[in-house]
């Protein structure tokens, strides 16, 4: 079953984040330049959380992983341009 996950992160090198970006982009859809919206199953997001982990510093980086639960990704509050990601949205490659 696949879950709503948003992934956020403050990666410092520029080198490593523009990586972790490409990594997320597999997993995700961006949604600003730092967050990502995905529907992953529990062993996507194991893969996604593995890859991401392997090329940051635990040191002076962080990642943020937020499941929402349906009731909960049904309350989000949007302002602005974008709309909030459906699975439709994504492909997982």
């Known amino acids: 079953m696949k879950k709503f996950w948003v992934v956020c ?11 972790i970006a490409k990594i997320m982009e597999n997993y995700g859809k961006r949604v600003q330049k730092s967050v990502f919206e995905c529907f ?18 635990f040191e002076q980086d962080s990642i943020n992983y937020y499941f929402l639960c349906e009731k909960c990704k049904n309350s989000i509050v949007k302002s602005g341009i974008g709309g909030i990601t459906t699975l439709n949205d994504v492909e997982i490659i």
Do not use: G, Q, S
């Open 9 to 19: 992160y403050d990666i410092v090198d520029d080198k490593k984040r523009t990586r």
């Open 40 to 57: 992953l199953n529990d062993r996507e997001f194991e893969e996604m959380k593995k890859k991401v982990e392997k090329e940051m510093d």
